[in-house]
């Protein structure tokens, strides 16, 4: 049909939509429209039909996308019944689901109470913010570089509550994230949604506590443990080793703070790696990074809270997924020695 035609035939089709109204009577009207409400929509076989509904539509205008789509057969007979009814005000943007072949009455009932449609994204624990950028980026939900410039972007932080960082790094939150289609494109939305995750779980650990912990301190050293074992039982041990160093004034030597300082760091890390002063190698501070170095979860903050109390000062990994904590140097060494088969020099951790 040429688009003039289809005007044309579109303008009679309302006028007579609205002789419905002032010169049919009303119980005939009444009839016509339960009739139709109850009348099956179009047979497509009952597919099932993702329809998206933008926001600041009209009833008219849904009316027209859900006959496009197949959902319904006549656009202007749903607005009668979305009018008479009371649903022309209720309905929701949003995406949703559709089963062509159903009633009328059933797709209007489904625009005003159901919800939009749901994606499901999992971020694990201990990723970095372009690592998380990039499970985002490979989903289509925004560019890397768009959510990268909001982490890292000081009013946009302090709009989310967490004035004076310079990064975001660490606030987003690790969990599974239900989004909605009107997200896509909105690196603000997603990353406000994760820090507002963070900002929950935060306020749960510490309501009870009489002491206040630092926030930012707690989150970089969490970070820390998220990146040096990934075994639950393990990181109230090693978060009570780097507190206990701390206290002595020990350089914490962790290796992922070096990884981290050095920037896109492929490998083992190397001796002249080790010495590469960075304001995030704590072979060379005596004290905790400039900041987080990945975004730890909820079990690696609770184990900063409420470390182990322990004597140990060093730990290394035994090839299994755990470590074998010493309380001194030299026990270490041999530990080393054991499950390394290579000499750790003076220092270690």
Known sequence: MFPRLKKVVTKKRLAMAAI???????????????????????????????????????????????????VIDDDIRFLVLAKISGYAGRLQAGEFLFETGKRPLTVLRTLATARSIQYSITIPEGLSASEIATIFAEGGWCHPNSFANKVIDKEFIAGLGLPGLDSLEGYLYPDTYMLTRDMRGEADKIIGLMVSRFTKVWSEMTEDLEKKPDRQKTVILASIVEKETGTGSERPLIAGVFRNRLQLGMKLQSDPTVAFGLLNHEGPLTKADLQTPTPYNTYVIPALPAGPICNPGRESMMAV?????????????????????????AEHNNAVQKYQKRKSGENGK
């Not at 419905?20 to 009207?29: D, G, K, M, S």
């Not at 099956?40 to 993702?50: L, R």
């Not at 182990?308 to 730990?315: E, G, I, P, R, V």
């Open 20 to 70: 419905l109204f002032f010169v049919i009577p009303p119980i005939i009207v009444g009839e016509l429209v339960a009739l139709y409400a109850f009348y099956p929509g179009p047979k497509q076989d009952n597919e099932t039909v993702a329809v998206n509904i933008p926001k600041g539509k009209s009833t008219r205008e849904i009316g027209s996308i859900l006959a496009e789509a197949g």
């Open 305 to 329: 809270l409420n470390p182990s109390s322990t004597k140990d000062l060093y730990f290394v990994s035994k090839n299994d997924g755990t470590h074998h904590f010493s309380g001194d140097l």
